[in-house]
């Protein structure tokens, strides 16, 4: 019996995949990024201070904050009131980090740019399509610094995009949904520059393990996906 995807989607085929900048009237950047029926809100604020242990280094800061509504899922998930759980600190610190990749620091200068990651419906890849949203809010975020002359140049030295990839009933497949993502034997997230480069590779095993063959199919997946992606934020950022 030969697989074919739930959505009909050819297996090298991303989701439908949709970036509004600009949804904020507050934040310094926004942007709300729809992946199929997953929906992020990212919102990037400036901060003139950075954190205390960085303070008088001539150096500025980013970081971020993920959290999904209490029905952005086909049932209830209770509010993290007090601390965030394991999997959200987890992902903040991914999307942190992702942004740090591609922003010169110096040339931010001592201050702090915060993203704010809010997940407002799942199906699927939130972690990735929140750092595809939110690299369209920061680059908002930064032109402003720029044209309200706060830095002189732009601190954003490439783009970031993240795409999820798995192998679902033995077959390689890019950008995964709900029910492909519960159901994969492996499920792999990506994170890339602009230029190619690789930020961070998560990939487990979750029922068979799986050769370099396979993880060289994935990552050309992850590659062919990710172009898409970055051409989409390019356009929001027209």
Not at 55 to 83: D, S
Not at 134 to 151: D, E, F, G, P
């Amino acid at each position: 019996m030969t697989f074919s995807r739930i959505d009909n989607r050819a297996f090298d085929e991303i989701r439908r995949t949709k970036i509004t900048p600009n949804i904020s009237p507050y934040a310094e950047g926004s942007a709300l990024i729809e992946i199929g029926g997953t929906k992020v809100l990212c919102m990037a604020t400036v901060e003139d201070k950075v954190p205390i242990w960085m303070r008088n280094g001539g150096k500025g800061w980013v970081t971020a904050e993920y959290a999904m509504l209490p029905r952005a899922t086909h049932t209830r998930i209770r509010r993290e009131v007090q601390r965030p759980s394991g999997r959200t600190m987890e992902i903040q610190r991914l999307i942190g980090r992702s942004l740090r990749a591609v922003v010169d620091m110096k040339k931010l200068g001592e201050r702090q740019l915060f993203v704010d990651c809010d997940v407002i419906q799942a199906d699927g890849g939130t972690r990735c399509a929140s750092i595809t949203g939110a690299y369209v809010a920061l680059a908002l975020a930064c032109r402003k610094l720029v044209s309200n002359r706060t830095v002189s140049q732009n601190p954003i030295i490439s783009e970031v995009a993240a795409i999820s990839v798995g192998i679902v009933e033995g077959t390689p497949v890019a950008d995964l949904k709900y029910e492909e993502d519960s159901t994969a034997e492996v499920d792999m997230n990506i994170v890339c520059t602009g230029t190619g480069k690789f930020i961070e590779i998560q990939g487990t095993a979750e029922q068979e393990p799986f050769d370099r063959e396979q993880m060289n199919d994935m990552l050309a997946l992850a590659e062919k996906g990710l172009r898409s992606l970055f051409s989409i934020q390019r356009d929001a950022l027209k």
